[in-house]
């Protein structure tokens, strides 16, 4: 059993409420527009006695862990990459959702950063590319930190010696994919009216990209049910 597997199971032993009940309020929340006390109402009606607050940190200790699962077990993707940012507001202010995806909208990689600067942008190439392997081409709107995140890739790879370095372009209408599919998020995010703390958007978030993940058929399960996928997530 991986880590993440057994950590999994170890926190599904402590609810008295069954692994696929809380599961099911998971997925629930990640992949439909629902706040926390429509699905109190949704789980009550089922049957299920459960207050928001409890839905809460289920989502927040989850997701996560999924999260680890989904990108050790997505499809490989295309080497042509489109990045961008969307915003999320936590504790009042916004906050910025670097996002990546291939040139047919596939997933990659994402991150929750209080800021958007060179410093962030370098961080968030440097996690994709070492969950996805390096990009040829990686396309770009004109933010002037992505592009310096980029091009600190690119001085990385030359000292390390490497003899491929990736094409950087900066053509907004080459970015619609990511912007489209920006629009799936935003629309889980809308009812939550913002999020309190940056550990639970950060977790949040996370899940919510496994669930739209799924729904792009990504995982090496598809085929079967979302939920089936999702609850397989957690072993």
Do not use: C
């Not at 006390?37 to 049957?47: S, T």
């Not at 997701?63 to 990045?83: F, G, I, M, N």
């Not at 950060?202 to 058929?217: C, F, P, S, W, Y």
């Amino acid at each position: 059993m991986s880590l993440n597997a057994g950590l999994l199971h170890d926190q599904f032993q402590r609810p008295s409420i069954p692994k696929d009940v809380i599961l099911f309020a998971v997925f629930f929340y990640l992949r439909y527009p629902v706040s926390y006390h429509d699905l109190e109402e949704i789980m009550q009606e089922r049957g299920v006695n459960v207050d928001h607050a409890t839905l809460n940190r289920w989502v927040i200790d989850y997701s996560p862990l999924v999260a680890d699962e989904a990108h050790k077990r997505k499809a490989s993707t295309s080497r042509s990459w489109r990045v961008d940012e969307t915003y999320q507001k936590v504790k009042g202010r916004w906050m910025y959702h670097y996002r990546a995806v291939d040139k047919f909208g596939q997933t990659l990689d994402f991150m929750l950063s209080e800021r958007r600067d060179e410093a962030a942008a370098t961080a968030f190439f440097k996690r994709t590319i070492e969950n996805n392997g390096v990009p040829e081409k990686v396309v770009i709107d004109k933010s002037g930190a992505n592009l310096a995140g980029l091009e600190n890739m690119n001085m990385l790879f030359m000292i390390l010696g490497f003899w491929r370095f990736i094409d950087i372009l900066q053509v907004k209408y080459l970015n619609n994919i990511i912007e489209q599919d920006h629009r799936f998020i935003k629309k889980i995010t809308r009812p939550m009216n913002g999020f309190k703390a940056f550990h639970s958007a950060d977790a949040t978030l996370q899940g919510i990209e496994v669930a739209h993940m799924i729904r792009k058929n990504q995982l090496d399960q598809k085929g079967l049910p979302a939920f089936q996928q999702f609850a397989l997530l957690a072993g």
